[in-house]
């Protein structure tokens, strides 16, 4: 694996690759990688000639300053996972070579609905600071395909939104993998590293109350079933920011259900100091 700090270096090669006519993926990570990380380089080796993987934990897209300075760094294990899992290129820029003008950065990304609920609620800013970095990564590795985890539901449609509103080109296909989940159920995540034994053991009930849902859930209104949810959450130690059921597609509330509509939970929950996402697609 070729490891690339600057934006030149990278893009020099990436064109290299691109005149031989080499189809590319590309895998954006903030590092402390886990196997949910590499079953997103394991679907980019499967179709593309070279995967480009990036670590980069980006500043902007932190609305809590204790998150951005406590988020877990092990970049050599990093390298050792990737290269295990072939990964052709690792991309370790500092934050100067991705924002060279520096800080605020003026693009600002219309996203419309999207950004206005949930973690756009709960994060402020966080959408922007996603779609900056992203955006950014794309122009300077210019994939085929981009690798994202459905573990972060919402992320993907903002970032396919961003694509289709900036001028990419080529406008890079997406591609949404399933999250990968430890035995217990809780989904893999790089925060889940932060977590005491404690609240290791406490944090799949994240995970049980969007089984709950999905067990249980009929049509008709659904008020009931997510305060049950929400109930369970709690009473499980968590300070839930949201427990909600959203139409797949578009994301807008459903509140009754005629058993049809494709609809998703999606929750954010602290244990303590530590906010957990996750979602189930429950039909
Ligand atoms: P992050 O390093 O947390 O920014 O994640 C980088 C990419 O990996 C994002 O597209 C995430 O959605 C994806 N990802 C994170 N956790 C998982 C997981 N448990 N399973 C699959 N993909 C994941």
């Known amino acids: 694996?070729?490891?690339?700090?600057?934006?030149?270096?990278?893009?020099?090669?990436?064109?290299?690759?691109?005149?031989?006519?080499?189809?590319?993926?590309?895998?954006?990570?903030?590092?402390?990688?886990?196997?949910?990380?590499?079953?997103?380089?394991?679907?980019?080796?499967?179709?593309?000639?070279?995967?480009?993987?990036?670590?980069?934990?980006?500043?902007?897209?932190?609305?809590?300053?204790?998150?951005?300075?406590?988020?877990?760094?092990?970049?050599?294990?990093?390298?050792?996972?990737?290269?295990?899992?072939?990964?052709?290129?690792?991309?370790?820029?500092?934050?100067?070579?991705?924002?060279?003008?520096?800080?605020?950065?003026?693009?600002?990304?219309d996203l419309g609905y999207i950004e206005t609920i949930l973690e756009g609620e709960y994060r402020p800013g966080h959408f922007q600071g996603v779609c900056a970095v992203v955006h950014r990564l794309l122009t300077i590795t210019i994939p085929d395909n981009l690798y994202l985890g459905q573990k972060d539901y919402q992320q993907c449609m903002v970032l396919k939104k961003m694509t289709e509103i900036t001028n990419l080109s080529p406008v890079p296909a997406l591609n949404i993998c399933p999250t990968l989940r430890e035995e217990d159920g809780l989904a893999m995540s790089s925060r889940n590293t932060r977590l005491n034994a404690d609240e290791r053991k406490k944090a799949t009930n994240i995970f049980q109350a969007l089984v709950l849902l999905k067990n249980t859930i009929q049509p008709g209104n659904l008020e009931k079933l997510i305060n049950e949810g929400l109930q369970n959450l709690e009473e499980a130690g968590f300070k839930p920011d949201y427990l909600v059921i959203y139409d797949a597609k578009t994301l807008e509330p459903v509140i009754e259900w005629d058993g049809k509509r494709k609809i998703v939970a999606l929750t954010a929950a602290y244990l303590n100091e530590i906010r957990l996402i996750d979602n189930m697609l429950l039909n």
């Open 1 to 109: 694996m070729i490891l690339f700090k600057k934006v030149n270096d990278i893009h020099k090669w990436i064109e290299s690759q691109r005149e031989k006519q080499k189809k590319i993926g590309f895998v954006p990570t903030m590092g402390a990688l886990h196997q949910g990380h590499i079953s997103l380089i394991d679907a980019s080796t499967g179709t593309n000639d070279k995967t480009i993987a990036s670590i980069f934990v980006n500043p902007i897209q932190f609305n809590d300053p204790s998150d951005f300075e406590k988020y877990p760094v092990t970049i050599e294990k990093d390298i050792q996972l990737l290269e295990q899992a072939g990964c052709d290129a690792l991309f370790l820029p500092s934050v100067n070579e991705i924002y060279p003008q520096g800080f605020p950065v003026k693009q600002h990304y």
